[in-house]
């Protein structure tokens, strides 16, 4: 296969203009739970197929080859969309500039385009001078965006009301039996990008639901491909993870089709509240 023709014939994704004017690609890639061989060698195959947002974070030890992948697939730092994620255990001040250090050390580059938190870790109560301090790294340079990840609403309100700033993005656990509806509309009210991490309801059965299924046979696509159009057309960014070429392209393919309104509405009604990881972002500690 030439890598160069595959790059010619790759979609166009769009892009949501963030609050702060960065433009992020509308689906990306998921990378955990990749491993750094797998991720060198997959990144670059995603990256020939059209994909230019890539996620990744630190506490899923694949930074390294992330950045090998990025780099092997030779395609310009500046077209990628990178995003890293700050763990637990770097809360602070002084130790939020280390650890993006180490990302950046680790990544292969000068800057990524999104840092978040990736848990609030509300019992170690760190989360607000770590947010200043990630404001201060975006105003040096060193990162485009900031965001956060499992934050509620609690949480964004106090970040805005003892810094003055709220996060770009929250990154959360989103599918349609886990549709988390009043924290979207909270982020619509503040102007907060909703992004979903398993959006293909990972260690759920909703991807083998005889509704998915039935949509996906009438449209002519997959159940996934179905899944993901929902996230696109209810205005959630996903980032679906696969280690699978062929269904990299057909998880990417989801911008030149539609669900019907009845059809929204079917997904709407598959929504249990039920979450497929458990963690209650009140309580997890993540370290």
Known sequence: MSDKKLEDAVPD??????????????LGLGTYPMDD??????????????YRLVDTAVNYGNELGVGRGIKASEITRDEIFLTTKLPGRDHGTDSVRRSLEGSLERLGTDYVDLYLIHWPNPGVDRYV???????????QGLVRSIGVSNFLP?????????????PVINQVELHPQYQQELLREFHAEHKIVTEAWSPLGRKTDI??????ADIARKVGRTPAQVMLRWHIQSNILPIPKTSNVTRMAENLDVFDWDLTDEQMKRM???????SGSGFDPREHEEL
């Not at 769009?14 to 433009?23: A, E, I, N, Q």
């Not at 770590?130 to 105003?139: A, G, N, S």
């Not at 709407?268 to 039920?274: A, I, S, V």
């Open 268 to 274: 709407k009604m598959l929504h249990t509240g039920l």
């Open 13 to 26: 994704v769009p892009r949501h203009v963030l609050r702060d004017g960065t433009k992020i690609p509308q």
């Open 129 to 139: 001078e770590t947010w200043q301090t990630m404001i201060e790294l975006r105003d």
């Open 37 to 50: 061989a797998e991720a060198e060698a997959l990144i670059p195959e995603a990256l020939w197929r059209g």
């Open 154 to 166: 609690e949480h964004l309100l106090r970040l805005e009301r003892e810094t003055g700033e709220m």
């Open 207 to 212: 991807l083998q639901h005889e509704w998915i």
